[in-house]
């Protein structure tokens, strides 16, 4: 099977299209975890440990774990989340051409799914999108507000260049292991975008602690009931002024996130 076979079977086994960003912020990860070795991981831990039952997908970013101690701790966290039967999609907004690419793409022997970064083109992403059993999420139309910048720039046809994106995404499609990343802060467009490519699952950021429209998300974010929604610092970081039982805060947010959404999967 490959990522987005392996996801619908997880997303009905859990009844759930939560991704929990796993966004372990050094800054805020609680003073007393800081005497582990692995402070990330000793933190991701715990948040799995917590929010697993809730979760169709463990959504690390690479940025927090750039470093010698943090792609240890990122490889523990992967390990552990495929204990718990969790596919982990990687969001490290990869691409590159040449033997870069190919580099950036041997992560798709950890990792289930990966996000990238569609802006130098086909043969950028050419070794993600050729691996069958890998999930590749295309940027799309982001939920940051300087999305706009490029995203929304008018092409010669009167199409944004966002539309260009889905519709690129669609056609390289060849293998059915592509997704998009579609913010769920304006539920028009992301209406718009589902009507243009019916079969592709999003990867709906933004409905946490940005504020995006949560039923839009699940309205136009699923293709035949899959898709994700992630929220990262809304779960994580919920609490964090609870000292020691911070976890215990996080499992209780992931839980009202999936009801939340699943009274609009019904």
């Not at 010698?68 to 490889?75: I, N, R, T, V």
């Not at 799914?113 to 890998?134: C, H, K, W």
């Not at 998009?180 to 946490?208: C, K, M, Y």
């Not at 929220?231 to 009202?256: D, N, T």
């Amino acid at each position: 099977m490959n990522f987005f076979d392996r996801l619908h079977d997880r997303i009905r086994t859990v009844d759930s299209v939560v991704s929990v960003g796993l966004d372990a912020d050094r800054s805020r990860i609680p003073d007393h975890l800081e005497s582990h070795d692995l402070p990330r991981w000793a933190f991701n831990r715990r948040i799995i440990d917590a929010t697993h039952e809730h979760a169709a997908a463990f959504k690390p970013n690479a940025a927090f774990y750039e470093d010698p101690d943090g792609w240890q701790a990122l490889e523990e966290t992967v390990a552990y989340a495929h204990g718990k039967d969790v596919p982990v999609l990687l969001d490290a907004k990869r691409a590159d051409i040449g033997n870069t690419t190919r580099q950036y793409a041997r992560i798709l022997e950890t990792v289930d799914a990966i996000t990238v970064n569609p802006y130098m083109g086909r043969d950028s992403l050419q070794p993600f999108l050729a691996n069958e059993e890998a999930g590749v999420f295309i940027l799309c139309r982001t939920s940051n507000p300087g999305g706009s910048d490029l995203q929304d720039l008018e092409l010669e046809t009167g199409e944004p260049i966002y539309e260009r994106v889905a519709a690129l995404a669609d056609l390289w499609n060849e293998r059915d292991n592509v997704g998009l990343v579609v913010g769920a802060t304006n539920p028009d467009e992301l209406a718009e975008i589902r009507e243009q490519v019916p079969d592709l699952p999003f990867l709906v950021p933004g409905v946490g602690a940005q504020g995006g429209d949560a039923e839009a998300a699940i309205e136009h974010g699923l293709s035949n009931g899959v898709g994700l929604v992630n929220s990262s610092r809304g779960i994580i970081f919920a609490g964090e002024s609870s000292g020691k039982e911070f976890a215990r805060a996080s499992g209780q947010s992931a839980k009202r996130l999936k009801e939340r959404l699943n009274q609009y999967r019904r």
